[in-house]
């Protein structure tokens, strides 16, 4: 995954194969979210539009943990390694954010 973090300008640099993974992603999720939409239209059962939300959910943190485990992987354990330690306070600011 993306190797090159840039705290200054927050930028990533990711491959093209890594934007078109995350794209793939995004674009699955807005379908599942556009057909969730047309379900409220269609009058569907609850239970139905529950469970499709439960699998955007799903689907969200997925993404999340795959880019997150790039962020963790790729740029703060480099930035360790570099000794800037103020890096820390990100990491345990992150992990709060997915409990």
């Not at 491959?15 to 807005?30: M, Y």
């Not at 959910?57 to 800037?84: F, P, T, W």
């Amino acid at each position: 995954m993306a190797d090159c973090c840039n705290q200054e300008t927050r930028t990533t640099v990711r491959t093209e194969e890594e934007k078109k993974a995350i794209q793939t992603r995004l674009n699955r999720i807005a379908g599942q979210i556009g057909g969730i939409g047309r379900m409220v239209e269609e009058d569907r059962y609850c239970d139905d539009i529950l469970i499709q939300l439960s699998a955007v959910d799903k689907a969200v943190k997925s993404l999340a943990s795959y880019i997150l485990d790039a962020h963790v992987h790729g740029c703060l354990i480099r930035d360790i390694r570099e000794g800037k330690t103020e890096v820390v306070d990100e990491i345990v600011d992150l992990f709060k954010r997915f409990q």
